[in-house]
């Protein structure tokens, strides 16, 4: 199975709402990163926490990181009608492939 | 800079034909990736080059798949011959990779339908 498995698979929320979307991975890492792909586009890089950070901000976005666990969160807040698109955790491996792996994503929909 | 380009855009191929997809990295980038996305199978590696030197390949899913990187500003992904099942996105990212992968850059991929 693949390295991150994101979610949920779809959300639906309204204008102005947080989104919270969930990554879990199986082998150490170095870092993940978080990605979003608007429909028909390449993927974006969004943020990128280490394995030693826990939080880490960037405008709206909260990302969280629980190696104890193997997990880490997406909160998008007071969220926009431009932010439907698909996201995407990706892990950086500590060992083995050198090459990010990508989950199956999160497709978020904000309603206007 | 201009990204990661990517040509074509959008190719549809008849089953059997040579498909050649082309790459053209950031300036300055060391590393070069080619995936794959499909409904099906997410989005999967199938080839990356550091310093223009294949490192990991074993996510070519055949012979019929091969990749090359001539220069530090041009790669090639080729399947010869194609089959339906190589309908996909393909897309190619470059990113700096030293002692841990940071963030990578998309082009806007290859949409192939092979028919």
């Known amino acids: 199975s693949q390295q991150g498995e994101e979610d949920p698979q779809a959300l639906s929320i309204q204008e102005g709402e947080n989104a919270t979307m969930n990554c879990s991975y199986k082998?150490?890492?170095?870092?993940l990163q978080w990605y979003r792909q608007n429909s028909g586009r390449g993927l974006v890089h969004l943020i990128l926490?280490?394995?030693?950070?826990r939080e880490k901000h960037s405008g709206r976005l909260r990302v969280t990181l629980d190696t104890s666990k193997k997990s880490s969160s997406l909160l998008i807040t007071a969220s926009r009608a431009a932010d439907t698109a698909s996201y995407f955790c990706a892990t950086d491996a500590a060992t083995g492939r050198r090459a990010l792996t990508f989950g199956s994503g999160t497709r978020l929909q904000v309603q206007p | 800079d201009a990204g990661v380009i990517q040509s074509p855009r959008h190719e549809v191929t008849e089953m059997g034909q040579e498909v050649t997809l082309r790459c053209k990295p950031i300036?300055?980038?060391?590393?070069l990736f080619w995936y794959r996305q499909t409904m099906m199978r997410g989005l999967e590696l199938l080839i990356y080059?550091?310093?223009?030197?294949?490192?990991?390949d074993s996510g070519m899913p055949e012979d019929r798949f091969s990749a090359k990187m001539p220069n530090a500003s041009f790669s090639t992904l080729k399947i010869q011959p194609s089959e339906p099942r190589d309908s996909a996105v393909y897309f190619c990212?470059?990113?700096?990779?030293?002692?841990?992968?940071?963030?990578?850059?998309f082009g806007s991929g290859t949409r192939l339908t092979v028919v």
């Open positions: 926490i280490r394995s030693n950070e």
């Open positions: 080059f550091n310093n223009n030197v294949p490192i990991d």
């Open positions: 300036s300055g980038h060391n590393s």
């Open positions: 082998t150490s890492i170095n870092n």
């Open positions: 990212a470059s990113s700096l990779l030293v002692q841990e992968n940071y963030g990578y850059t």
